[in-house]
């Protein structure tokens, strides 16, 4: 029985919550260097295959929704849960005594002075306004007062707080849904698994008048297609910019990046065959012609040839060129800067670039508990007010005979700038 004890107090105690800490810390620091939610062939293109092989078998790549990071939280949410438990009845009663001048301890070294007459002025000096005043069990009078007893809460409010922030960021790490949504406007993309369409309806970049970016601007709308029916779609429309997201759909959408996309229109025989939007990165397969790919490497708004390569002067389009590579049953055929409206003959197909224009990038997030972290954090921080700002301390004055006071104080937290006080009361 009383290893089970031992066991359970070490459970309970700091020393366990500041392990669990350092290893919650060193698994997340260790996650945060490996990319999430690959595949094994991936992790060995990359790492190696034994490096691949302990990733997947200790789940890091999937580190925040592994039984591991799961464990660790409950356990610490609990031990912090448990500490303060237990503190809290202890923490009630001496809150309650801190008051209460019959039970009111003041050590031996607590500072002393005398005052003559009315201890009133003194009281006030040390800052405690509100006296109560009776008699001792030996008949003499008392004055009592304390300050600042909230300050006791400091840190159970504080360890209260930073419960709720990991356990706010452990289920919001488990259950939160990230994804990318990239194109140019006009152009509707899925979000993910969702039922929500994204709409880019608009795209445009603020300039300075030195031609530096000001702010990216997108105006989006968002469908949700599990409500289309006989009656209209739910839709919500917003403008995102760079640190002004939108929340639609119980999804917050950040501005997050751009870049450039062309339109690449192939003929065959003079006649369309196909026109697509291309994004610098992506690249298309000709319809009628299984194996043949047009890669869009990169675009420059303004091109030139250096000793480097191909690079731009400017980001205005004054002499716009892609980047382009041509690939059959997978080998690379052919790679080189186009014009604008310039064409590539491959066989009978004719392949032109043209129509630059910006896409945007959009990060979409969705984490129900981040309300938890924010209430654990304005908690903590209450609590660090009362712990290093609120100092509890309370005094008593007792009368003698000839009809002075002998005044003692007591605070269990700066007590040296408690007893300053106390020798400068002395003084005056």
Known sequence: ?????????????????????????????????????????????????????????????????????ILITAFLVLNLLSCN??????????????????????????????IQGDPSAAFEKLGMKNTSSGTTEDGKKYVFASKNRAGLWGAWICHLGIMLIILGFGLGQMTKETYAVYGVPGQTKLLGDTSLAVTIDDFSIDLREDDTV????????????????????????????????????????????????????????????????????????IEDRPGLVVYFNAFYPDYVLTDQGPSTKTGSLKNPAYLYSIYYNGEMVGMNALMQDEEIKIDEYVVTFSDPQNYTVLQVKKDDFTFLALIGGLITAIGLFLAFYLVPAKAMAIENEDGTFIMKGASEKGGALFRDKFMKLQED
């Open 1 to 69: 029985m009383g290893k089970v004890k031992k066991t359970l107090r070490f459970f309970m105690s700091m020393k366990f919550a500041v392990i669990l800490l350092v290893i919650l810390a060193a698994v997340c620091a260790a996650a945060s260097f490996i990319t999430q939610n690959q595949t094994y062939e991936w992790y060995s293109a990359v790492y190696n295959e034994r490096a691949a092989a302990l990733i997947l078998a200790f789940h890091l790549d999937d580190a925040f929704h592994s039984w591991w990071f």
């Open 214 to 285: 000001k702010q990216y601007i997108a105006d989006i709308t968002v469908t949700d297609l599990s409500s289309v029916s006989d009656r209209q779609a739910d839709k919500e429309s917003a403008e995102i910019s760079v640190n002004h997201p939108a929340k639609l759909f119980g999804y917050t959408f950040y501005q997050n990046s751009t870049g450039w996309a062309g339109t690449l229109r192939a003929c065959k025989d003079a006649a369309l065959l196909q026109e697509t939007v291309l994004l610098a990165g992506e690249y298309t397969e």
């Open 85 to 114: 438990l237990v503190r809290l009845s202890g923490l009630i009663r001496r809150y309650k005594r801190e008051n209460d001048p019959e039970k009111a301890v003041f050590p031996a070294s607590a500072p002393t002075a005398v």
